[in-house]
């Protein structure tokens, strides 16, 4: 809905393609706009020239697999955390490492995966009227497709960081568990992160 506000298309993908137009009205009337459409996860893998993966842990590795061949060539923003139910609040991580860096791994290097977003609570981002003040880590082997991904955020009114390769993506990953559990332990709706200090400049390093 933020994008969409920001003049962006947004194709909402799901395994149900009406599930996907139904919810893509819902959103376009809370946001009040018209630029979301529903469409299967494939053809919105296709058509869409940026792809955000938002998916449980459960259902990753089956659609990635499902929207691989579409992502050539393109950036794939993913926002996946390894929570294990019932015990999210306890840090739990793949073998293989990060969730992203499997992403990246799977696809090859004409996809460049991006990993942020995962430590914006949901609710705080479908409330429209609510600004967000936590900050996003943004990890991925590519720094032009970072600063990308660091464009939209800004757009949606939210500070991102370079945060470094892929292989750092475990950090807001894991970071999930512990803010679930900050949650519950303070009673906070939506605990977040933000990164102290003033950039001296401008120069990125990988």
């Not at 296709?46 to 579409?70: C, E, F, R």
């Not at 981002?125 to 990308?148: F, K, Q, S, Y």
């Not at 900050?182 to 950039?199: F, L, R």
């Amino acid at each position: 809905m933020r994008w969409a506000r920001s003049s962006h298309s947004v194709i909402l993908g799901s395994r149900d393609r009406a599930k996907a137009a139904e919810t893509a009205l819902q959103l376009n009337e809370l946001a009040g706009v018209t630029g979301i459409s529903g469409a299967s996860n494939e053809d919105a893998a296709a058509l869409g020239d940026i792809v955000v993966l938002t998916v449980p842990y459960s259902n990753h590795a089956a659609t990635l697999n499902q929207i691989a061949p579409a992502l050539d060539g393109k950036i794939l923003i993913d926002v996946t955390v390894p929570l294990n139910p019932p015990k999210v609040r306890t840090v739990s991580l793949p073998e293989d490492g990060p969730v992203a860096k499997t992403s990246q791994t799977l696809l090859g290097d004409k996809v460049r995966v991006v990993s942020a977003f995962q430590n914006v609570a949901a609710a705080h981002l479908a409330d429209l009227n609510h600004a967000i003040d936590c900050d996003v880590l943004v990890c991925g082997n590519d720094v032009d497709a970072r600063e990308t991904v660091i464009g939209l955020a800004k757009e949606i009114g939210i500070k991102a960081w370079h945060a470094g390769v892929i292989d750092n993506s475990v950090v807001a990953e894991a970071l999930t568990s512990v803010l679930i559990f900050i949650n519950g332990k303070y009673k906070i709706q939506g605990a977040g992160i933000q990164i102290s200090g003033v950039p001296a400049n401008q120069v990125d390093t990988p």
